[in-house]
């Protein structure tokens, strides 16, 4: 403790006088405090781009340059690209923010307002080139100067560029479509083409040839389908006549494409596919004449992904049923019957199926075509409705998912079953060979071997193609495969999988290690790590750096965690040698790092809660890391809090984790209210940075250390049956613990805050203990009876899985563990509540009822306890509009200053907002509250 309390006050010297030079943060610092997204690394290595972003307004696109260490600004760029060489880095303009809100204010529709523009800039000298407002971007990932861009076409009559489209008058036409300018542009001679009245397109990945269709006229119904060789600059007209044509692709080579279209006049239209060689400029009807070659009553979908494999011996693309005509509406409103049934048959409750009506309009079975055969194979039916293509396999087999046999109780399992069926796709011969996998199932390379994770005995299987025979090849091996802190009543779900080395063995993970597993089972188990993530607590993960990749490399860079003190890095590891090698280790938190395609750099970013991940680029072993960005340098002028893993032993005798932050200008002298947030376990996130920003739904942890608060987050340890209590256990001893220990913690200004799971157990806590000075309860569950049978509505499902099985914990149905399910819920307890509570619950929660929070509003209400709900109309679980997500952020802090430092009441809290002044008055105001008065 003396240690603990000597960290605090050495810190408290070293940082008093520059405390005073700075000020906290307020509400007007957000729009102001940057984002950096969206890094990239050209594939030589020589050249970095990165937007930062203000939260709202306009941002910056940089580029940096490896070599010289310049660094570039374009103001307002986004989503860059660079060329294969790296010459060249594409990127859009994004339209002014100020233009954009002006005309939104105007009520402009959304299509006529400004789009973003087309820009090229020169990364050896400088130059660049802006073009028009862009619809799409194409650019060739294998080395090539040319580029494709899809214009919004202005004014036709003063387009500078030529116009090479045959135009012929015909018929009108049945739909419109939107329409552009297809620019073709050599970024090296800066030669461009271009062609008005665009509707789609598709580049070939070696920028060979560009495939696309054209509407000339908006009164008729012609199409046309044009391919364009940027080796030739010739254009050849593949299809012309009256139809719609939707879907466009080209194989990797630029040899081969393929487009739906359809002759139909009618709304609900069936499309066709043709198949054309560009380079003799043939075309075959691969749907048949009058669909023939698919199943009966069947055409292509226009919902399906249209593709090449790598090869190009196989074209890819979705069919379905015919769609329906549509519904004549024949009838007057007194007469129209809305009805949906509800039926114990459906394997999806209906709100359910409404959820994903959308989703099954647009369903389509995978089937595939063989040029060279001019044969085509259905692989996908309505009995086997998933079947998982890899473009790049080799060989004739893929796996397909079956889930039919298991939909219906996936409202109250809590598992995700499926059956796995091995596919032949030149025969479409299919065979079932696992049945109720709960995850995933991988294909070998060679395709010899399928492996999978069985939940049931909690190991990894392998299954023979050849033999047809399952092997458990992790039965003799002394270590659990599962997440051995799985505290939900389910079977626990495995740590994962890496990959697939290039001998064709497996490569799984432990708590901590890599295992490299062989599929016949005749090699024992390889422990790659030599069991060094065990031995000094290190969680080691493969970190992909070639996405490309069908097989993992000789050589893996390994993220490296340690569990116990939260330290973070990347390791080397050489699987011939397994003797993994520490190449970074520090007490920051690492993003995932990005390597060039063709040289030995790799940009990262790391951070902690005092430091914002800002970018570096290094060498493969960071050994000459060097930061590039500095996206908010502002943060030096606000005070800023800090953190430290602390640990304690809760009522139970479990030790327990949790991460204590303390004030910007910390004084130990001095007495601070504190907070207590909680959700599951939050202790490994201690080295994550929180921008100060507006919240969605739960308290800002920069914002209230910057303005005088501690925090405080236990980690949670549930017993099955007993959430509540279990929150309890953890979170209160925790808080008693912090308190006992550090006397600059002020015992009486306590408050708490949690957002659904974490709301509900606010909620619950209040009524075992006046520990809390005031709480915030963000969606929460109050009565667990009701809420049992009810319907999460964002996905559909009955809540019935998540109380039986997942994260509610109790572990059995509301008939079989009733008294369970009344002792968790906050609703019976109310009574015994002498806590303030503040709820927020949307009337559009999609994820828990918004009667929830009525009922434990009504009944606080009824016994006159203080007690309030912020409802934001329309809104989801967690706030999604930036007006809503500020508004909350004031009534928090308002809140809590209220009851925990002694803030004046606002008006919002005294007396509320009457319905009638709703939209006129927010009730911020606030009035001093009288001497005395705590």
């Not at 090699?523 to 031995?535: A, C, E, F, W």
């Not at 993003?591 to 809660?609: D, M, N, Q, Y």
């Amino acid at each position: 403790m003396k240690q603990l309390f000597l960290f605090f006050a050495t810190f408290f010297v070293a940082a008093t006088l520059l405390a005073q030079q700075k000020k906290p943060l307020d509400h007007s610092v957000y729009d102001h405090w940057k984002d950096l997204q969206h890094p990239i690394i050209s594939d030589n290595g020589n050249y970095i781009s990165y937007e930062v972003n203000p939260q709202e307004g306009d941002g910056w696109l940089y580029l940096y340059k490896v070599k010289t260490h310049q660094l570039d600004s374009l103001p307002r760029g986004r989503k860059a690209h660079f060329t294969p060489d790296g010459k060249v880095l594409v990127y859009t303009i994004k339209a002014p923010f100020a233009q954009v809100l002006h005309l939104e204010r105007q009520k402009v529709k959304k299509d006529k307002l400004p789009k973003d523009s087309l820009a090229c800039f020169y990364t050896e000298s400088g130059k660049w080139r802006k073009f028009g407002q862009i619809l799409k971007v194409a650019i060739p990932e294998k080395s090539s100067p040319w580029i494709a861009a899809l214009m919004k076409e202005s004014n036709p009559k003063k387009s500078e560029k030529k116009d090479n489209t045959p135009k012929k008058k015909t018929k009108k036409p049945s739909e419109k479509t939107e329409k552009g300018v297809l620019l073709l542009f050599n970024t090296a001679t800066m030669d461009s083409t271009g062609f008005r009245n665009v509707t789609t397109f598709a580049f070939s990945q070696n920028g060979k040839s560009c495939v696309f269709s054209v509407r000339p006229s908006d009164t008729t119904n012609q199409v046309i389908v044009l391919a364009f060789h940027t080796g030739t600059k010739k254009t050849d007209t593949l299809f012309t006549g009256n139809a719609v044509v939707k879907n466009v692709a080209v194989d990797e080579k630029g040899e081969q494409a393929a487009f739906t279209f359809s002759t139909d006049t009618v709304p609900n239209k069936a499309f066709g596919l043709y198949y054309v060689d560009l380079d003799k400029n043939t075309k075959n009807l691969v749907s048949g004449t009058d669909f023939k070659n698919l199943r009966k009553g069947w055409a292509i979908s226009t919902h399906g992904k249209i593709f090449f494999n790598k090869a190009g011996s196989e074209l890819y693309f979705g069919t379905a049923p015919k769609p329906l005509p549509p519904l004549k509406d024949t009838l007057a409103p007194l007469e129209k019957v809305s009805l949906d049934i509800w039926t114990y048959h459906d394997t999806l409750l209906q709100p359910q199926q409404k959820v994903e009506l959308k989703k099954e309009k647009k369903r389509n079975y995978t089937a595939v075509y063989f040029p060279k055969e001019n044969r085509l194979v259905q692989l996908a039916t309505p009995q086997l409705r998933e079947v998982r293509i890899n473009p790049k396999a080799k060989g004739n087999l893929s796996l397909g998912f079956d889930n039919r046999p298991y939909l219906k109780m996936t409202s109250w399992a809590g598992q995700w079953y499926k059956d796995v069926y091995l596919i032949n796709r030149e025969t479409g011969k299919r065979k079932r060979i696992i049945r109720k996998v709960s995850g995933n199932a991988y294909l070998s390379p060679n395709q010899q071997y399928v492996a999978w994770y069985n939940v049931q005995d909690s190991a990894w299987y392998a299954y023979s193609v050849k033999t047809g025979k399952n092997i458990n090849l992790t039965k003799t091996i002394p270590v659990a495969f599962y997440d051995v802190l799985n505290d939900v009543p389910n079977m626990a779900p495995p740590y994962g999988m890496a990959g697939w080395t290039k001998n064709n063995r497996f490569v799984v993970y432990d708590r901590y290690d890599l295992w490299s597993l062989d599929p016949s089972g005749k090699q024992k188990p390889v422990n790659l790590t030599s069991g060094m993530g065990r031995k000094k607590d290190l969680r080691f993960r493969y970190v992909k750096l070639d996405k490309e990749a069908q097989t993992l490399p000789d050589k893996m860079l390994l993220s490296a965690f340690q569990l116990k003190n939260k330290k973070a890095g990347f390791y080397s590891l050489q699987i011939k040698n397994r003797n993994p090698r520490k190449l970074l280790l520090e007490d920051y938190a690492f993003r995932t790092p990005i390597k060039a395609k063709k040289a030995p750099v790799i940009i990262w970013r790391k951070e902690s809660f005092r430091v914002y991940p800002d970018l570096y680029v290094s060498n493969l072993n960071f050994s000459d890391a060097r930061q590039i960005s500095h996206a908010n340098l502002q943060q030096k002028n606000y005070l800023w809090g800090n953190v430290k893993l602390v640990q304690w032993v809760t009522f139970n005798g479990d030790t327990m984790q949790g991460l204590l932050y303390t004030p910007g200008n910390f004084d130990p002298a001095k007495k601070y209210p504190m907070i207590v947030y909680f959700y599951e376990r939050y202790s490994n996130r201690l080295h994550r940075y929180y921008a100060p920003r507006p919240i969605r739904s739960v308290i800002n942890f920069s914002y209230y250390t910057s303005n005088g608060y501690v925090i405080f987050i236990p980690d949670i340890k549930y017993r099955v049956g007993w959430p509540g209590a279990s929150a309890y256990n953890c979170v209160v001893s925790g808080t008693e613990a912090m308190i006992s220990r550090y006397p600059f913690i002020d015992r009486n200004h306590i408050g708490m805050q949690g957002q659904s799971w974490g709301g509900y157990q606010s909620a619950y806590i209040i009524t075992q203990t006046d520990l809390f000075r005031c709480a915030e309860a963000g969606a929460p569950v109050s009565n667990m009876t009701s809420a049992y049978g009810g319907i999460r509505w964002g996905s559909g499902m009955s809540r019935e899985f998540q109380y039986e099985h997942t994260q509610s914990r109790i572990g059995g149905t509301l008939w079989d563990k009733l008294p369970l399910y009344m002792q968790n819920s906050p609703l019976f307890f109310v009574p015994r509540i002498h806590t303030p509570l503040l709820i927020m619950h949307n009337d559009k929660d999609n994820a828990v009822p918004w009667y929830q929070g009525i009922e434990l509003f009504n009944a606080m209400r009824r016994l006159n306890k203080p007690v309030w709900m912020l409802v934001y109309n329309g809104q989801p679980h967690n706030l999604s509009r930036r007006a809503d997500e500020k508004d909350l952020t004031r009534r928090f802090q308002q809140f809590f200053d209220y009851y925990l430092k002694g803030a004046p009441e606002p008006k919002w809290m005294k007396q509320g907002i009457p319905a009638i002044e709703k939209g006129h008055d927010f009730g911020f105001e606030t009035e001093r509250k009288k001497d005395g008065q705590n």
